[in-house]
């Protein structure tokens, strides 16, 4: 079990769709953040957020756009994406930003999505 | 540069054997260091924090070497369900940067 549940698990999508990844964090935490997994690759930080606000889009195409409509809830809307874009997409939430002292970010189980 | 560099591995290593990897990082600055693990399929977890005496959580040893630039990880007797990958996470910097990972080292525990 995992205080942070995304959705949807799995999604396949073509280049021309919208579609949104959901993230929620029943922990009370203050900052949520998006993370890219590819094969062979290490987690790269997409977006932070904290306390609702966004602080830090780490160059990022715009073709992804984040939303944090509250501390508990965040969104990855997907549009016109690219077949390099697949990849399993992780959630994570911490009390403070970057983990704060203890560095530690609870990770949702990931949505993996397949451009075709 | 890469920012945090591990040996991907795999490491195939009998059960009860003592198993070490480590992990460079690039950034001198860096302030906070750790062990994240992650099993197949599924999300990282943290492991441990890694502090600049070194510590210890029953079989898993952590050390940092800032000098060099590297961190270690320790782990004794091994399990079966050892079996994972480890991510290494340094913390560039503090403040809402976010932490940087390392791309893992897959460890695999054979009876």
């Known amino acids: 079990e995992t205080g942070v549940t995304q959705t949807p698990r799995h999604l396949v999508m073509g280049m021309t769709n919208k579609k949104s990844l959901k993230c929620e964090q029943h922990l009370g935490h203050n900052a949520m953040y998006w993370y890219k997994q590819s094969a062979k690759k290490p987690l790269e930080l997409m977006f932070v957020?904290?306390?609702?606000?966004?602080?830090e889009n780490n160059s990022v195409p715009s073709r992804f756009s984040p939303e944090c409509p509250n501390s508990s809830h965040l969104f990855l809307h997907l549009h016109t994406l690219q077949p390099e874009d697949s990849a399993l997409y992780l959630c994570?939430?911490?009390?403070?930003?970057?983990?704060?002292?203890?560095?530690?970010?609870?990770f949702g189980e990931g949505s993996r999505l397949t451009v075709l | 540069r890469k920012e945090v560099e591990q040996d991907p591995g795999p490491f195939n290593v009998p059960e009860g054997a003592t198993v070490a990897f480590n992990c460079t990082y690039s950034n001198s600055a860096s302030q906070s260091f750790f062990w994240y693990r992650q099993d197949c399929r599924k999300e990282p977890k943290l492991l441990m924090s890694?502090?600049?005496s070194g510590n210890e959580d029953g079989r898993f040893t952590a050390q940092l070497n800032r000098a060099s630039q590297y961190i270690s990880l320790l782990i004794r007797d091994s399990k079966l369900s050892d079996s994972a990958t480890y991510l290494c996470v340094v913390n560039p910097g503090g403040g809402a940067d976010g932490l940087t990972f390392g791309k893992g080292t897959h460890l695999i525990i054979q009876p």
């Open positions: 890694v502090y600049s």
């Open positions: 957020y904290n306390f609702k606000e966004q602080t």
């Open positions: 994570a939430s911490s009390q403070n930003p970057s983990g704060g002292n203890t560095g530690e970010l609870f």
